[in-house]
């Protein structure tokens, strides 16, 4: 039990549309990063939110956007659903500046886009 | 450009062996290293991790080894138990651990009783 918890556990959209992803960060943490893990891929990285400023992104077109708020949880939005991006979406939280920064991952949220 | 590989996709064990799986790195910036352990419908669970100012950590069962020189390391399990069969991710990350992290592709370990 990491105490990182997304929301929801699965999510079935069509192609167009915009889904919004939730995840709250393990207590004392103030770094949320996550990541597309495609079937039989490792999870890719799309961003990272430190105390609520963007800090880092991967290679996602700009319709990935997300928030991080003040108590450190976070959101992801995608905007114009297409068919690649049904995925398992993993929200990771650290403790940024410790001399161990390990990522804790949540269950993740699996997204189908017909 | 896959900066972290796992050539092995699977490998099965017999109980009570070792496993040993290996990651190979190419990016030079990368200076610490992390073993996550994936069950199906679960997130990754973080098993072991190794700076690159050590060539070996050691965490019960499990030991990572570092090989700067050869951009490799290893993660040993021993004793090898069926609880262990699941999917291995090696992760690696610039700044210890800081920035983002770069996953393999994963190896699938089945342990057979």
């Known amino acids: 039990e990491t105490g990182v918890t997304q929301s929801p556990t699965h999510l079935i959209k069509t192609r167009g549309q915009q889904v919004t992803l939730r995840c709250s960060s393990q207590?004392?943490?103030?770094?949320v990063s996550w990541y597309q893990q495609a079937l039989g891929q490792g999870p890719q990285f799309i961003f990272q939110?430190?105390?609520?400023?963007?800090?880092g992104r991967g290679n996602f077109p700009p319709r990935f956007s997300g928030l991080q708020f003040p108590n450190y949880s976070s959101e992801l939005n995608v905007n114009a659903l297409e068919l690649d991006d049904s995925a398992l979406y993993l929200c990771?939280?650290?403790?940024?500046?410790?001399?161990?920064?390990?990522?804790?991952f949540g269950a993740g949220t699996r997204l189908s886009v017909l | 450009d896959q900066q972290v590989k796992q050539n092995s996709p699977s490998l099965s064990v017999q109980e009570g062996r070792i496993s040993i799986l290996n990651c190979d790195y190419t990016?030079?910036?990368?200076?610490?290293f992390l073993w996550y352990k994936k069950y199906p419908a679960e997130g990754p669970t973080f098993l072991i991790s190794?700076?690159?100012?050590?060539d070996k950590n050691e965490d019960g069962r499990f030991t990572v080894f570092l090989n700067k020189s050869a951009k490799h390391l290893s993660l040993h399990i021993v004793p090898s138990q069926p609880g262990d069969s699941a999917v291995y991710f090696c992760?690696?990350?610039?700044?210890?651990?800081?920035?983002?992290?770069?996953f393999g592709t994963g190896t699938r370990l089945t342990i057979i009783p």
């Open positions: 990771a939280s650290s403790r940024r500046d410790s001399s161990k920064n390990i990522q804790y």
């Open positions: 207590s004392g943490h103030n770094t």
């Open positions: 939110y430190y105390r609520e400023e963007e800090n």
């Open positions: 990016n030079s910036m990368f200076d610490y």
């Open positions: 190794i700076s690159s100012i050590k």
């Open positions: 992760a690696a990350s610039a700044n210890f651990g800081n920035e983002k992290l770069t």
